[in-house]
């Protein structure tokens, strides 16, 4: 990620490649924006509207939740 300059994007395949945490996506999303980064999944397509940001957090949770679930 250091390669990438401001109006940049970066594309992943899902958000799940993003990290193992729900947290270490969103950090990440965090971290682009403040250097000006667009970010795209291709699986997920969240865009940058609060409905795209609910989108990401709601696919982010129930992936965090495959890999952790309730015991």
């Not at 970066?10 to 993003?18: E, I, T």
């Not at 947290?23 to 000006?36: K, Y």
């Not at 865009?47 to 957090?57: A, K, M, Q, R, Y």
Request: a negative charge; charged letters at 20%; one cysteine or more.
């Amino acid at each position: 990620m250091r390669q990438l300059d401001a109006g940049d994007t970066l594309v992943v395949p899902s958000l799940d490649r993003c990290g193992r945490s729900l947290q270490d996506p969103i950090n990440m999303v965090a971290e682009l924006r403040g250097r000006g980064i667009g970010f795209t999944s291709l699986h997920e397509k969240p865009d940058t509207t609060p409905g795209g940001w609910l989108v990401f957090h709601v696919f982010g949770t129930s992936w965090a939740w495959a890999y952790h679930p309730a015991v």
